[in-house]
């Protein structure tokens, strides 16, 4: 440190942000360095081994605490961001407070009685089964003994398929695609297959012995192939008969019969193999695991479950060591009403587990509820104590004292609140400021008006035959409507009238821009047509690709009486014939300005030209006029316009120019004017 700076006695100066402030500036900072520097100095053999282990140790919880405090820090952050808001506050309190207790007590109930019922439903499945198996296996022994009586022991084969088919009678009808087949012993010890299951997808043939398993007969589902049976298959005989009849009911017709006697519905969704180490399950699609759905036979909702029953496998592929048995899972649908028409008692070990679970999960709810109810207290009166305080200061500032301020009481949307209310009381100067502030740009905006009105021609036309009066009323203090008269020679006269798209200063500048430019262009062509194609080379090179104009252009020649037009897109020139015709339209095609950058507005454009008789009316105007719209959202039209004209067309132009805006100001009935208005009325004298 300097010398100086000592005998001043002057602080020495801050650390710099980041890792060396950390590690020199904060406790655990310090404490990381020590312990840094205890590990690194253990190499070098300054201290006992003992010593170095401790110090692993002192990192370890180190990192362990920091972890925690990160932790802690992180998610007071997340609360105060969660909590910001007093919606939020109030949302989660409704929440903890009524909606969730609710909805977990519900939860549970629904839970408990879906695992219940589930259980049920499988017992169900498998004493149907059972049933189903003890049947098949009680038809395999009698047609066992009927073939045991014969003389010879060792029937014909016509004899044995009589036999077979008459012990299958019963079943038959009940168990569609139910079959048998007889096996008899070789000398060679296997066994001759005598008739044939039908729908067994693995048929054992001659000279195959029967499964291992099949030495004390059976009763239960079997596995033959890729496919499931319930099978019975007879027992030995005392009297020494050597063969055998096994019964296959297809698992399709088991399951059927099933959903006849209990209502369950029942199908084969899954499958496993039976390979040493593995098992492999066959997914069921999306639409199989849906927990809820409608079941086919009414509009009632049924629930899944699945039901894992034991199984045989026909022939097993030789391992060389034994291997599981094949799992049967068969995906139930039940309802409530299936189980209550078939009672039955759950006996296995996991409803024990089951009703334990539901314990667990009736301790967890009500701890939540405890949880819930004491956060949406303290919530609630964070809020309230809150308001209050607003509550308190806002009474202040009625009686005048702009200067109380509110205690901040929680960095949330309250806090920021009480913040806003003192910023509030200590801001009303620069209110006062603003709003000066605002009637002087309305002033500049006022200004801005005069001048784009003066931009618009001033005084009578002067050319002998024609009497011209014009209107524009902007709908903002500066609008884009544009019309203008410019004498060409002793004998010509070029009107036009505009609309640029928008409204505004934006608007106003592009008017500003097309008086220039059609003062210059009126010298050049003579022809309109000529004359709006040049304009829209020029005004579509730089505009805006938003921006556009319409606008109608008009060329009078009083000594060959007539008056040659065209139209970039604006409204029809609505022409009243001296002779008592009505009113027609003056509408030749043409696109709007700066719209179009490519060859089609040439092409399109056309111009059209007119004979002018002494009497005649022309009105060119602005969509301001046709568009007024009243409450009722109707819009006052051209017609109406044709209407007016019609009516009062023998009036002076200045009278009629004010007769059609009475017109259409009483049509609005006190609506606001969304548009520029602007027109030109032209009468032939």
């Known amino acids: 440190m300097d010398t100086k700076q000592l005998a001043s006695g002057s602080p020495p100066p801050p650390l710099r942000a980041g890792p060396l402030r950390f590690l020199l500036g904060t406790k655990m900072g310090l404490l990381l360095l020590a312990l840094l520097v205890l590990r690194f100095v253990r190499p070098w053999g300054l201290l006992p081994e003992a010593i170095d282990r401790w110090v692993d140790i002192g990192l370890v919880i180190y990192a362990i605490g920091y972890a925690i405090v990160f932790a802690i820090r992180g998610l007071s952050t997340l609360r105060s961001r969660l909590l910001w808001r007093i919606r939020r506050k109030l949302i989660i309190s409704y929440l903890l407070i009524g909606l969730l207790p609710t909805v977990l007590i519900l939860f549970f109930f629904l839970l408990s009685a879906y695992l219940v019922f589930g259980q049920v439903s499988a017992y169900i499945l498998s004493a149907s089964l059972a049933k189903t198996g003890s049947a098949a296996a009680r038809a395999a022994d009698l047609a066992t003994a009927d073939l045991s009586r014969s003389e010879t022991g060792q029937a014909a084969v016509a004899e044995i398929e009589r036999i077979l088919s008459k012990r299958l009678e019963p079943l038959t009808p009940l168990y569609p695609g139910t079959s048998a ?92 193999t039976g390979d040493p180490g593995t098992i492999s399950v066959d997914v069921p699609s999306p639409s199989d695991l849906d927990l809820l759905t409608a079941s086919p036979n009414d509009s009632s909702f049924s629930l899944r479950w699945a039901a894992l029953v034991e199984t045989r496998q026909w022939h097993k592929e030789p391992t060389g060591e034994s291997s599981p048995e094949p799992l049967g899972i068969i995906l139930l649908r039940f309802s409530l009403s299936d189980i209550y028409r078939v009672v039955a008692t759950n006996t296995l070990q996991l409803g024990r587990a089951i009703l334990v679970l539901l314990g667990i999960l009736a301790a967890l709810f009500l701890a939540i509820e405890v949880l819930a109810v004491f956060v949406g207290l303290v919530l609630a009166r964070s809020i309230t104590g809150s308001i209050h305080a607003l509550s308190q200061a806002t009474d202040q500032v009625r009686k005048g004292d702009f200067g109380h301020k509110v205690r901040v009481r929680s960095p949330d949307q309250l806090g920021e609140l009480a913040g806003s209310f003192n910023l509030m009381t200590a801001s009303i100067q620069d209110l006062l400021k603003q709003s000066a502030e605002k009637e002087r740009l309305e002033e500049e905006l006022r200004i801005a008006r005069k001048i784009q009105m003066s931009l618009l021609p001033k005084g009578e036309v002067e050319l002998p035959g024609l009497t011209v009066a014009a209107l524009c009323l902007p709908a903002t203090e500066v609008g884009g409507d544009y019309y203008d008269f410019i004498s060409l020679d002793d004998k010509r006269l070029a009107l036009l009238i505009a609309d640029v798209s928008g409204k505004g200063t934006s608007a106003a500048l592009y008017m500003a821009e097309l008086k220039g430019l059609i003062l210059s262009l009126s010298r050049i062509y003579q022809s309109p047509r000529q004359l709006l194609i040049d304009a829209n080379k020029i005004l579509g090179a730089h505009m805006d690709s938003r921006s556009f104009i319409t606008m109608s252009y008009a060329v009078i020649d009083t000594g060959m009486r007539t008056m040659t037009y065209a139209r970039a897109g604006h409204n029809p020139i609505l022409h009243l014939s001296r002779h008592g015709q009505g009113t027609r339209a003056l509408a030749p095609d043409g696109l709007a300005l700066a719209l179009d950058r490519s060859g089609r507005f040439e092409q399109i454009l056309a111009e059209e030209s007119v004979t002018l008789e002494p009497g005649d009316l022309f009105l060119f105007f602005t969509d301001g006029l046709s568009e007024a719209m009243n409450p009722h959202a109707d819009l006052f039209g051209e017609s109406r316009l044709r209407e007016v004209l019609e009516r009062h067309g023998e009036l002076p132009l200045l009278d009629l120019r004010e007769r059609i805006i009475d017109e259409i100001f009483t049509f609005m009935e006190g609506e606001d004017q969304h548009d520029d208005m602007t027109m030109v009325l032209l009468r032939v004298t």
């Open 181 to 272: 087949a007889y096996f008899g012993r070789q000398g060679s010890g296997a066994y001759t297959l005598v008739g044939k299951a039908s729908d067994l997808a693995v048929s054992p043939q001659n000279g195959e012995r029967l499964p291992e398993w099949a030495s004390q007969g059976y009763q239960g589902l079997l596995l033959m192939g890729d496919q499931y049976f319930v099978a019975g298959l007879s027992q030995p005989q005392p009297n020494g008969t050597d063969f055998r009849v096994l019964v296959t009911i297809p698992m399709e017709s088991a399951l059927r019969r099933v959903e006849e006697e209990t209502g369950l519905e029942a199908q084969e969704v899954l499958s496993s």
